[in-house]
Each structure stands twice: as structure tokens, then as C-alpha cells.
């Protein structure tokens, strides 16, 4: 009798009769085969590509990998190797640095990486230098980057991925990944979707035929098969390791015989190997063996002698003959320094032949061995989500300093474990209101906001003490999804409790300052920037030291103080940043952009919303990427750029019903803007009448935006009474001072002189000294103040100098106005020479930024003057390539190459609804109605 013993299915080796380890061929894949060799032969000669094997366990996708390896030797090919693993998924980028940073020689440093530890910047060195790293040694030598499992990938890998492998189709990189079928969450199902939308090479395994299975029976016992084993191992179904698991069942049991070539089973059952207990082929070891399989079966995926000798109580050494008797059983194998089950299949399996309660108490303690060994929260937190028990607080406080440290690269990964944190921590436990607070701050920065709401709402209700009730009301409300007077109102209940700590006190007070400045009314608001700064300084907490001085700066700012509030940014930017000051510090960030470019200095405020954007979507922080968005529209409107200020404000979503945000009012004033220059009349017109409709019931702040936008929609249309009766009911600057405002004062100039209004030319006049108050000046601000008083004092000189002095900076806009009022007044005072070079400058500047109705309006003038400058209309095919817009062809560009409409969002600084709207847009005019069609389209293209 001879019986056949698989050693281990990713390998294919088997041990017939003691004949020695031989290597059978692969069966029923012969088109995968082909095409494998296909796409590792390309990248031999430097055509990269994306190739994805998916299959359900034990379909044979690591049996083609190593057919993969040894094709890629063949060819030249160096392999880089990386698996995931179930217990890595909170490890950010394991299985990606497994593959890179352990080779030899390393793909990327390792040194960089270690310095930069668990930060936010992670995600973009990944995105970036390691990139760059990977296609610098793939230009050296043609590269196959394997990533084995990854639909037990973590966040951070998975994300990687979509901008890795499509990043730059013409490097000689292979990437293949293998992935089960129907497992992993939605960042693993949404990888696959982009990798198939950017044309990857998808190889999904099904079952191989009967011909085929007969075949791998031959194979195994080196005989014929009689019917008898071929009618067992068609209960394997057609998945090639359950058919090797099969025949070596049946020869562990002595149930094959093998005579004049043809080899019998008897018996019609399944072999132990395959019965529904584990606990049967546990019986075959001895007990020590069978000890330390089951104990196994609980640890991570991989790990090392000396964890499963600690959960065992026991020395590695003692464990050496347990060990080995596992490996020859074919139950583990090696993987590098560490150990793992040969197959998933059989480790679930052992883990399910341990009672269910048993389970959990065992993965509970492999955790806290693992902790005392050294190990990452963050390293434990899938096992402790899944095996603690409610009450257990060293999960709770390893779970919790997880969130924290997986929340620098993945707020949604930290709010659910944050989420799973609280349900282990007793409601009447001390903490339990600041991790109330923690959740709801996590699920906020993840855009989760109707999960934050419901879960600070029943929180309240069930709040123990004025502490949990306070900290939970510090970060139930957000700016973006609900007004200033909402987040007042949060703040005054929360400091009108008793008892509260003085560091909630402080943070609160901080809070309430900074929302009421927000309010846009008056008031005196310094007293209570004061107060939040002492309250700061007495407790040294970092996050309400912030916001009191960002509440200071905007105060500044509305008083005339531009540099000297810049001034107080910048000191900020020197606090350390922690999680818990990431919010306070975001808001500093966007204020600090916003200041550079009320001062003029465009390019550093650009570069500073840039930093900021890059920085929030490297922490997956949703809510403070839409706030930087409400920024850079301000930013981009200073600067002249209007289709990028237009693409800003469509990406934010309409107004709740909860209340105007400061984030709608900034949408519906810049929408307006952009608008009125641009001549898109349409829009001008649906804003003003949202803004007609919202003014009598909206806040103060609210209503003030809404005036304005009606009176900069008069102003468009020639009401000049209109427009002074709107601009009566807002403050011509105010407080924070945005780049826009001023802007603003120069349309308030005009109105006031057309209209011959005494009251709104007093008011700009006291704008403009608030504007030259500060010592040193700030050069565009007088510049601005000058121009105000220019046009109500129709001084000829002073607008002429204006202009000149507005020539050679940085908004543009400001200049044209200001060339345009002196050319007026040039013109009134005969000197026409002078008047028309002024408008011609006005005319290009108009028309070089896309100004179209401001560029309209002096080519008016203009010809009144004899002078003929016509705007050269674009003309613009209405269907195919050449009908889409700049923004519609770089984002149809991006999703041709695989990337989602949310990739594009954070690639271009667009929300996936200004994405949507591109792509809906762009199909309709390109004749498309999928990816695919598109993708098919740009290659008849090419």
C-alpha cells in the first residue's frame, strides 16, 4: 500500500510513499497560466501593469504565485514579496513595507520611515517617496511587487494601492495581488472596484473541471485513480486544496491502495482532514502538540515561538518537539522568522473546535501577553475588539491609545475603534464622558456626522455628571454642520453646569469665544477672547491656548490689525501638534491662509491651503478638509483664479435644515462672486434668490451674506439704489477680515458715489481708516483704502497711483478695478491718452482671468471712446473631447486611469460632488454611460 501526503498547498510539494518531495505540475489552468506568463514576460521588457488573482480559499491562487516567481526569474524579473495578514489590519502599510522595506537590498527608507513613526505624514511618504523609490529600482531592474491576502490589507495599504499601481502605467513595476472572494471590508471591495475600472488584469479562479481534479489524483498517488477515488474527490468541489487535502487524508488513514497502477480508496467517508471537527485530526497529535495547535489558532495570522511559549507558560525550547510534530503534520510551516497554519482553512477550523466562550477568553489573553511583550496597541486591537469583555479597562486603554495612534492616518479606522472602546467602558465609569467626546470627535472627522449626533445625543440624555454632559457638548456640534448661534448655545450650557473641570471649562470658554467672533454681530467679543486666553495660561491646555489666540487674530484682524493677527498665527503654528490638537490647529491653518492673503501674500496662502488639504486627507479627517475647501475658494477668488473659487464652493453641499453654517454663507458669497464676473447670469440669479429667501430668518450672519449677495446682483444688473439699500444692512469689512473684503469696500465705494448715498460713503470712509490704522502699514490695505477714498473723492491722481501700486501684486481682480475707476476719471478730465491705456490694461486683465462681465463692461467704455476690443469668444465643440471644459478633461483624465470619484476629489481639491457633477457632464458630451466605455473611448483616442 502507498499512501500520498500533501505537504503544503501554496507549495503544491507532496511525499508519495517516501519517494521523496516532487513538484506536480499545475492542473485545469492552462489559459491562467498563459496569461500569467503574458503579463510577467511584459514587464520583463518594461510594461507594467496590475494583475489580480481572486479566487475563495484553497482555489490554488498561491500555487500560481509560485509559478508567478519562478516566471519572473526566468525573465529577469526581481519579486518583491508582502502578505496581510487578519490580526495586521490597524498596522498602517504592513503588508506594502513587507514587501519594500524587507527586501534585500530595501526598496525605500527605512530610515525615513522611522523617523516619521505613526504620523499624519505616512500617508503621503508612502504616496510619494516610496513611490518614487519603487519606480527608481523598477528603472534599475524590472520589479513584480506581490501582495498576497489583501482583502486582510489594512486602510492605509489598500489606499495606497489605488494611487500605486496606477500612478504611472509606463514603469516597469508588475503588480500582483491576491484576493479572496467576498471577504474584507469596503476599503478591500473598493480597491478591487478601482483596480478594475483602471483596466487591471483580474484572473478570478473558479472550480477546475473533473478532468482536471482526476488529474491531480494521478498526480498524488502516481497511479490511475479508480472511480472509487475519484467519486470522494469530486466532493471536494472542484477547489484544488481541499482535492490534496483529500488524498492525503485518505493516506494518513490507510485508506488508499495502490496496485498494477491504479490506486483504490475505501470507504466512502470523508478523511478526517476534511470531517467537521478539527478535534478529530487533533486527536492524531499528542496532547502536548495538539496544545499548542489550538493555542495557535487564536494568535495573530503569523507569530513567533516565543509569544505562543508565553501564552503557554512555558520556555520556546520546551515547545521544540511540539512543534516539529506540528510542522510534519502539515499544520504549520514556516513563514521567516515566525510560524502560521499552512492554510487558513485549517486554522478557522481549529479555532472552531474551541468552545465559543473558551475562544474569546484565549484571544483575550494572547492580547495582554502581547502588550507585555512589547506589542502596538495598535498591533492587538482587531483581537481585543473581538474578545473583550465589557468592564475589561486594559483593552479599554489599549484600544483607546490604538484610536489615537491609527487616527493619524484614518480617522474612520479610529472612530470604530473608538465606537468599540466604549462599549467596553462602563457608562458610569469617570472617563466615559471624554470618550464619549473622543468617539464623537473621531466619527466627525470621519464625515460620519449622523453616527456622532445619535450617539452624543443619547449620551446627554444619559449623561452621569456636569463633566461627561460638558465634554460631550464640547464636540457634539461641528461648523460644518451646524451654525454659530447652535454652537454658542453648546458652549453657554456647558459652562453654565456646576462642577466641570476647569481644563473642559477652558476648552469651552476657548470654544464659545471663537463662535461668537463667527456670529458676525455685535458685541464685545474681546472680553471673552480674553477671558478664554486666562483660562488657557491657568490649566496650560494646548487646544483651548489655540483657539484663544486664533479668536484674538480674528478680532485683530476685524480692528484694522491684519499683521499683527498674522503675526499671532504664525506663533501658533510652533504648538505641538497632537490629536487631540488637531482641530484647533486645522482652524488656525485655514485662518493663517486666509490672513496671508488679505495682506497679499497669495502664493504663501496657497501654499498653505495646499499643505493643509494634503495634511486632512492624509488623516482621512473629512471635516476639516471641507473647511479648508471653504478657504481656498476665498483664496483662489483673491488670487483671480475664478473656475478653481467656483469648483470650491459647487463642491460643499447645500444648506441644512438644522441652520446656515459659516461654511454656506462662504458658498453663497462666493457662488455670487464668481458669478457676477464670470456673466454666468443663471447663477447669479438662483443665488440671489436663496439669499431673498433665507434673509428673513437667517442669523445675523447669515443675513449680512444674503444682502450682500443681493446687492452685488443689483450692482451686476444697474440698480444703484438697489444695491446701496442691501449694502446698508452689512458691515463693509468685518470680522475676521477676509481677503474679500476688500473687495467689498471698493463695490461700496462705487454704489455710494453712483447713488450719491451720504451714509454708505461715511461708512466706507471709516472702513478705509480702519484699513491704514496699523503701523507699519500693509501696503495692499492703504493701496485699498485709496481707492475707496479715490473713487468718493473722484481724485484723479490717487486712482492712477492706486493702480500703479496694485500692478505688480497679487490680485489681479483689484487692479483691473482700479485701473478701470482711474481711466473714469481720467476720461472725465479729457485726458483720453491716458485713459484708454488704463482700460486696455483693465480689458487684458479682465479677459487673461476669465472676468468676462468686468472685461464686457470696459469694452463698453471703450468703444464709447472710439476704441473697438471685442472678447474673442471660445468657441467650444458642444459633444467630444474638444466640448469638455479644463476641469471636466483633468477629471475624466484621472478616472480613465482607475481613480474613484473620491480619489479624484483629494487629487484636485474638489468635493466627490463637484467630481460627480464633472463626470455626469462629461459623459453626456463624450456619448459614455460607464468607466469602461470611457476607458475603451481614450484608447480608440490614442
Known amino acids: 500500500m502507498q499512501t500520498g501526503h500533501p505537504v503544503g498547498s501554496s507549495t503544491g510539494l507532496f511525499d508519495i510513499g517516501g519517494q521523496g518531495l516532487v513538484t506536480p505540475p499545475i492542473r485545469g489552468r492552462a489559459d491562467e497560466l498563459e496569461l500569467i506568463s503574458g503579463v510577467v514576460t511584459a514587464v520583463g521588457q518594461g510594461r507594467g501593469g496590475v494583475l489580480v488573482i481572486e479566487g475563495p480559499p484553497g482555489i490554488g491562487k498561491s500555487r500560481l504565485l509560485t509559478e508567478v516567481l519562478a516566471l519572473a526569474d526566468k525573465c529577469g524579473v526581481r519579486t518583491l514579496f508582502g502578505e496581510a495578514f487578519e490580526y495586521q489590519q490597524t498596522v498602517p502599510f504592513f503588508s506594502l513595507f513587507m514587501a519594500t522595506l524587507n527586501a534585500d537590498p530595501p526598496v525605500g527608507d527605512a530610515e525615513a520611515l522611522r523617523q516619521l513613526g505613526g504620523s499624519a505624514d505616512l500617508r503621503y511618504w508612502v504616496v510619494h517617496d516610496l513611490a518614487d523609490a519603487i519606480h527608481a529600482a523598477a528603472a534599475q531592474n524590472p520589479l513584480a511587487i506581490v501582495l498576497e491576502d489583501i482583502h486582510w490589507a489594512d486602510n492605509g495599504t489598500l489606499l495606497a494601492l489605488r494611487s500605486l499601481t496606477t500612478a504611472r502605467p509606463d ?34 479562479l473558479g472550480a477546475i473541471t473533473a478532468d482536471a481534479v482526476a488529474d491531480m489524483v494521478c498526480d498524488a498517488v502516481r497511479a490511475k485513480a479508480d472511480a472509487s477515488l475519484l467519486n470522494l474527490a469530486a466532493k471536494a468541489h472542484g477547489n484544488p486544496f481541499l482535492v490534496s487535502e483529500l488524498v492525503g487524508g485518505l493516506g494518513e488513514e ?18 478526517r482532514r476534511l470531517g467537521a ?29 516565543g509569544l505562543l511559549a508565553a501564552m503557554l507558560e512555558r520556555s520556546p525550547t520546551s515547545l521544540l518537539s511540539a512543534l516539529e510534530e506540528a510542522v510534519r503534520a502539515d499544520l504549520f510551516i514556516e513563514d521567516g522568522e515566525r510560524l502560521r497554519f499552512r492554510h487558513d482553512l485549517l486554522r478557522e477550523a481549529t479555532r472552531q473546535s474551541l468552545p465559543r466562550s473558551l475562544r474569546r477568553a484565549m484571544e483575550r489573553q494572547s492580547a495582554s501577553v502581547m502588550l507585555a511583550m512589547g506589542a502596538a496597541p495598535a498591533e492587538v486591537a482587531t483581537q481585543l475588539a473581538r474578545s473583550a469583555e465589557p468592564g475589561d479597562m486594559e483593552a479599554v486603554d489599549a484600544l483607546r491609545r490604538a484610536a489615537q495612534s491609527v487616527g493619524r492616518s484614518d480617522a474612520n479606522a479610529a472612530a470604530d475603534l473608538s465606537k468599540r472602546t466604549l462599549d467596553l467602558l462602563p457608562a458610569e465609569h469617570r472617563d466615559h464622558g471624554s470618550l464619549v467626546a473622543e468617539t464623537v470627535e473621531w466619527l466627525n472627522r470621519a464625515g460620519r456626522y449622523g453616527e456622532a449626533e445619535e450617539l452624543g445625543v443619547v449620551a446627554l440624555a444619559q449623561a452621569s455628571s456636569p463633566e461627561v454632559e460638558a465634554e460631550i457638548r464640547l464636540r457634539l456640534r461641528t461648523h460644518t454642520k451646524h451654525s454659530s448661534p447652535q454652537r454658542v448655545e453648546e458652549n453657554r450650557r456647558a459652562l453654565r453646569l456646576s462642577g466641570i473641570s476647569e481644563v473642559t471649562r477652558a476648552r469651552h470658554l476657548a470654544w464659545l469665544a471663537y463662535n461668537l467672533v463667527l456670529q458676525d454681530k455685535s458685541g464685545d467679543w474681546r472680553i471673552a477672547a480674553d477671558e478664554a486666553a486666562a483660562a488657557a495660561a491657568a490649566t496650560g491646555d494646548l487646544e483651548a491656548a489655540i483657539i484663544a489666540e486664533v479668536t484674538h487674530a480674528l478680532l485683530d484682524s476685524g480692528e484694522g490689525y491684519a499683521a499683527r493677527a498674522l503675526g499671532r498665527l504664525d506663533e501658533v503654528r510652533s504648538i505641538a501638534y497632537t490629536n487631540e490638537t488637531a482641530l484647533a490647529h486645522a482652524y488656525a491653518g485655514m485662518f493663517h491662509a486666509t490672513m496671508l492673503a488679505v495682506v497679499g501674500r497669495l502664493d504663501e496662502a496657497t501654499a498653505r491651503i495646499s499643505e493643509g488639504i494634503e495634511q486632512a486627507g492624509r488623516e482621512g479627517n473629512s471635516m476639516a478638509l471641507a473647511t479648508w475647501v471653504v478657504h481656498s475658494g476665498w483664496v483662489h477668488l483673491a488670487a483671480g483664479r475664478l473656475s478653481a473659487a467656483l469648483d470650491a464652493a459647487n463642491s460643499l453641499p447645500p444648506p441644512q435644515p438644522t441652520g446656515a453654517t459659516e461654511q454656506d454663507v462662504h458658498r453663497m458669497l462666493i457662488l455670487a462672486e464668481v458669478a457676477a464676473h464670470t456673466d454666468d447670469r443663471s447663477l447669479l440669479q438662483q443665488t440671489a434668490n436663496d439669499a431673498r429667501d433665507a434673509h428673513p430668518i437667517g442669523s445675523p450672519g447669515q443675513r449680512r451674506a444674503c444682502a450682500y449677495v443681493l446687492a452685488r446682483a443689483a450692482w451686476y444688473r444697474g440698480d444703484v439704489h438697489e444695491a ?56 495692499l490695505l492703504t493701496a485699498v483704502a485709496a481707492h475707496a477714498r479715490g473713487i468718493l473723492e473722484h481724485d484723479v491722481e490717487a486712482l492712477v497711483a492706486v493702480a500703479e501700486s496694485l500692478h505688480t501684486g497679487s490680485r489681479p481682480l483689484l487692479y483691473a478695478n482700479a485701473a478701470e475707476d482711474a481711466a473714469g476719471e481720467l476720461s472725465r478730465g479729457q485726458r483720453s491718452a491716458e485713459a484708454l491705456d488704463h482700460l486696455n490694461a483693465a480689458f487684458d486683465t479682465y479677459i487673461e482671468y476669465g472676468a468676462t462681465s468686468d472685461a464686457r463692461r470696459v469694452g463698453r467704455t471703450l468703444r464709447r471712446l472710439g476704441v473697438e476690443r471685442r472678447i474673442v469668444p471660445q468657441s467650444r465643440a458642444k459633444t467630444g473631447w474638444d466640448s469638455l471644459t479644463d476641469s471636466e478633461l483633468k477629471v475624466v483624465n484621472l478616472i480613465a486611469q482607475g481613480a474613484t470619484n473620491r480619489g479624484v476629489a483629494e487629487r484636485l481639491h474638489l468635493s466627490p460632488h463637484t467630481v460627480k457633477t464633472h463626470v455626469h457632464n462629461a459623459f453626456a458630451k463624450l456619448g459614455v454611460t460607464s468607466r469602461a466605455q470611457l476607458s475603451q473611448l481614450m484608447r480608440r483616442s490614442d
Open 254 to 271: 490507510h485508506r488508499l491502495n495502490v496496485s498494477d497502477g491504479r490506486a483504490v480508496a475505501t470507504g466512502n467517508g470523508l478523511p
Open 724 to 779: 446701496a439699500r442691501w449694502l446698508a444692512d452689512i458691515s463693509l469689512l468685518g470680522t475676521p477680515l477676509f481677503p474679500h473684503a476688500l473687495v467689498r469696500l471698493v463695490l461700496g465705494a462705487r454704489v455710494a458715489s453712483a447713488a450719491g448715498d451720504a451714509g454708505l460713503r461715511a461708512r466706507v470712509l471709516q472702513a478705509a481708516e480702519v484699513l491704514e490704522r496699523e503701523r507699519p502699514a500693509v501696503p
Open 171 to 204: 514603469a516597469a513595476v508588475l503588480w500582483i495581488l491576491t484576493a479572496r472572494t467576498g471577504v474584507g471590508g469596503p476599503a478591500a471591495q473598493e480597491t478591487l472596484s478601482v483596480l478594475q475600472r483602471a483596466n487591471a488584469t483580474f484572473l478570478r
Open 277 to 305: 471537527s478539527m478535534q478529530q485530526r487533533l486527536d492524531l497529535l499528542s496532547e502536548s502538540t495538539a496544545e499548542v495547535v489550538r493555542v495557535a489558532a487564536v494568535l495573530p495570522d503569523r507569530f513567533s515561538a
